[in-house]
């Protein structure tokens, strides 16, 4: 039997079915959580900026969630859903989130839906006190998921058991495990929330699932690569953009005939897909740029390029009225705002700690208030640093076609410094060391890793307090070695 959370006033320990432990409280009563979904959102229609609306990210690092105001992109606070990573994350009776990643809004924009891949839970947070309302265990390593049409439920994609979770988006707890094929990644809705869409890490195809029946009722094959971490369906229900972040392609499916309309080489660490107006913008991860095509019948045309401000962008999501898209950096713990007019960048910020996600939510606070807030993960923000490959040379300079080989990305949690590393285009299965560089060029082995077949490795971790002024990559290991991740296995940024 499935069991839940929930997190509400009084909070007491309660056994659950099959021996689990769940936090149970005092809810209200079921005819007032109904009425919260009463008034469901007419089909999208430009909707102005104001101090009412408001823009989240999930950060994975201080699994935080940032709430921005876009009237004045003034971050506003944090709702912390677990401790900063390592800080207790790692104590056998942590309890809370952990790695905070995927976002999604209900249809009358009042419900946010919140996924924590090493927790494997969904939060469903009410956007006008900001304070969760559930938190359900769902399946190993999931990623991100949507609400229905109605708001009464939460489907999210299961990466490592091959199904989507259907949530009670109203009371917390399962419904449903529905079994969708190898690697789910995400789920997206069509327009009139009668279709299901799911795309995976493992297959290189798209799920097509009625709602209503819960039965699976066809697939779209041949999209450009088994590997898809990320889709978006485009407002009007025609197409689904899906990005292939390992291949550095994007597929283009055409959902009138249920083909693949287009495979489109969009470079390293292809991220998020979404749309504004007759245009889709893409973020390029391993390129810090955000690209604009013109969607068409036959092949989108690439027509202009955005050069963000910080490293990695991610998540990526439009205003209300289309005229401004908010992307979150990665790798430099901001966000940027392109003028989607001038497809130039014309703000930036901090948020917290390694933003995945990124939502836009129109009217999210009618009130415009911002109450229950903290600052957990904020004014902490990453930054990259020098680095050089075994033969001496920078890995950190920018290929316009492959990306950068080596990069770095340093910040402060919990008393020690997270270190992140990237590398591509390396010597195949071969193990490295990876060593901090002080300022008389004293070497300090921070870790060892191996690359994958491909020669590279998407995200290595290391622990420590560090004092280098770059980093220096060595063959060979020293001590224990990280392993290369096979191609099932995903990775906590994609």
């Known amino acids: 039997m499935p069991w839940k959370r929930r997190i509400s006033f009084a909070l007491a320990i309660v056994a659950a079915a099959g021996g689990a432990v769940a936090v149970a409280s005092s809810a209200a009563s079921a005819t007032d959580e109904v009425a919260a979904f009463s008034n469901i959102a007419a089909p999208s229609v430009p909707v102005p900026v104001t101090s009412h609306d408001r823009v989240y990210t999930a950060d994975q690092t201080s699994n935080t969630v940032t709430v921005i105001d876009p ?82 439920e939460f489907w999210v994609a299961d990466r490592g058991r091959d199904t989507v979770t259907i949530v009670d988006a109203l009371h917390g707890g399962v419904i449903e495990n529905l079994p969708v094929g190898t690697g789910p990644s995400k789920v997206v809705m069509s327009p009139d929330g009668r279709t299901a869409y799911v795309n995976h890490i493992a297959l290189p195809e798209i799920t097509v699932v009625d709602v209503a029946s819960r039965r699976i009722t066809g697939h779209i ?58 245009f889709a913008y893409l973020t390029v991860g391993g390129l810090d740029e955000t690209l604009v095509y013109r969607r068409s019948p036959g092949t989108p045309e690439l027509v202009a390029t ?113 270190i992140g590393l990237q590398a591509r285009g390396l010597a195949p299965n071969t193990a490295y060391t990876a060593s901090s560089v002080d300022t008389h060029g004293a070497r300090t082995t921070l870790v060892s890793f191996r690359t994958d077949a491909m020669g590279n490795a998407p995200q290595v971790l290391a622990f420590a307090v560090f004092t280098g002024q770059s980093v220096a990559l060595s063959t060979g290991a020293t001590g224990a070695v990280q392993p290369a991740m096979d191609d099932a296995g995903g990775c906590c940024c994609c």
């Open 71 to 152: 009237s004045t992109n003034k971050v506003l606070g944090t709702i912390a859903l677990g401790a900063p990573r390592l800080s207790n994350t790692l104590n056998p009776q942590y309890l809370d989130d952990e790695n905070v990643h995927g976002l999604a809004y209900s249809p009358n924009r009042q419900r946010l839906g919140v996924v924590s891949i090493g927790s494997n839970t969904v939060d469903i947070i009410d956007t006008t006190t900001n304070k969760v309302l559930s938190r359900t265990d769902v399946g190993r390593a999931s990623h991100e998921g949507s609400f229905t049409h109605d708001g009464r």
């Open 221 to 278: 094959t041949g999209l450009g690569d088994v590997f898809s971490s990320d889709l978006a369906i485009s407002p009007d229900g025609r197409e689904l953009w899906v990005p292939h972040k390992r291949a550095g392609k994007t597929s283009v499916v055409d959902l009138v005939h249920r083909r693949v309309q287009a495979v489109l080489t969009t470079g390293p660490d292809t991220n998020h897909p979404n749309f504004a107006g007759d």
């Open 306 to 418: 955005v050069h963000d401000t910080g490293h990695a962008p991610h998540g990526i999501w439009p205003s209300g009225d289309g005229s401004r898209m908010y992307v979150g950096m990665e790798k430099s713990d901001r966000v940027d705002v392109i003028d989607t007019r001038t497809q130039r960048v014309v703000s930036s910020f901090g948020v917290g700690q390694e933003p995945q996600a990124l939502v836009y939510v129109p009217n999210a606070a009618p009130g415009g208030g911002a109450p229950n807030l903290g600052t957990q993960g904020l004014n902490q923000q990453g930054h990259d640093v020098a680095a050089t490959l075994p033969d001496g040379s920078d890995g950190t300079t920018l290929d316009l076609v492959t990306g950068r080989r080596l990069e770095v990305t340093v910040r402060p949690i919990a008393g020690l410094d997270s």
